[in-house]
Nanobody, 117 residues
Framework: VQLQASGGGLVQAGGSLRLSCAAS????????MAWYCQAPEKQRELVAT???????NYAEPVKGRFTISRDNAKNTVYLQMNSLKPEDTAVYYC????????????WGQGTQVTVSS
């Protein structure tokens, strides 16, 4: 699966961004998608996941602020990021795995999100 992420940028604290990730796969509708982030000098962390059926899961720091969604007709997953904080500054990666895998084996190139205070 090839993944192409976009939508990052520079925003002030309290602002919003929407990330997009287009996937090239014929089985997108059953592919589990995720967004991860990696801040400087930190490990990559899971932000949110979404199943083919639309079930979602979020990391505690983003609950109530971020929303993951998908459009199976467009093979695209989104991350709506609201009420952004400086600590959300990171490179954001989308990732994919099929339901029979345990690890996310496909990764996008990453998109930079910078939140200024």
């Amino acid at each position: 699966v090839q993944l192409q992420a976009s939508g990052g940028g520079l925003v002030q604290a309290g602002g919003s961004l929407r990330l997009s990730c287009a996937a090239s796969t014929s089985i997108f509708s059953i592919t589990i998608m995720a967004w991860y982030c990696q801040a400087p000098e930190k490990q990559r962390e899971l932000v949110a996941t979404i199943t083919g059926g639309g079930s979602t899961n979020y990391a505690e720091p983003v609950k109530g602020r971020f929303t993951i969604s998908r459009d199976n007709a467009k093979n695209t997953v989104y991350l709506q990021m609201n009420s952004l904080k400086p600590e959300d500054t990171a490179v954001y990666y989308c990732a994919a795995r099929n339901p029979f895998q345990t690890d996310f084996g496909s990764w996008g190139q990453g998109t930079q999100v910078t939140v200024s205070s």
